[in-house]
Nanobody
Framework: QLQLQESGGGSVQAGGSLRLSCAAS????????MAWFRQAPGKEREAVAG???????TYADSVKGRFAISKDNAKDTLYLQMNSLKPEDTGMYYC???????????????????????WGQGTLVTVSS
């Protein structure tokens, strides 16, 4: 069982940066993947970036070159560094994990986002123009 807690959201002007964190806790082995998702008002939840258990990273086309996903294994914490933010990046950002170590890259590349095993409560990001 994994518990996930996001933090780091906030309001920023276009062009600015934010770093989101997701602390994982609970009994688990290390063979799980993690990913970031977001949901804008009135829109479906979409995958943003994924990190498989073998270190493979995957990004949605809309954030490539601007966002970077990373993990501190010693702290069991996932990060999302977001640079050059745009108003269309506004939304609730969720951290998720899956016990299938290589599943996150599949989801970010177009798989079913609802298939992730564990979800956090979300942190709100607002980007103003």
């Amino acid at each position: 069982q994994l518990q996930l807690q996001e933090s780091g959201g906030g309001s920023v002007q276009a062009g600015g940066s934010l770093r989101l964190s997701c602390a994982a806790s609970g009994k688990h082995n290390n063979d799980y993947c993690m990913a970031w998702f977001r949901q804008a008002p009135g829109k479906e939840r979409e995958a943003v970036a994924g990190l498989d258990s073998d270190g493979t990273t995957t990004y949605a086309d809309s954030v490539k070159g601007r966002f970077a996903i990373s993990k501190d294994n010693a702290k069991d914490t996932l990060y999302l560094q977001m640079n050059s933010l745009k108003p269309e990046d506004t939304g609730m950002y969720y951290c998720a994990a899956d016990l299938g170590g290589k599943w996150c890259s599949v989801v970010v590349s177009g798989g079913d986002v609802s298939g992730m095993d564990y979800w956090g409560q979300g942190t709100l990001v607002t980007v103003s123009s």
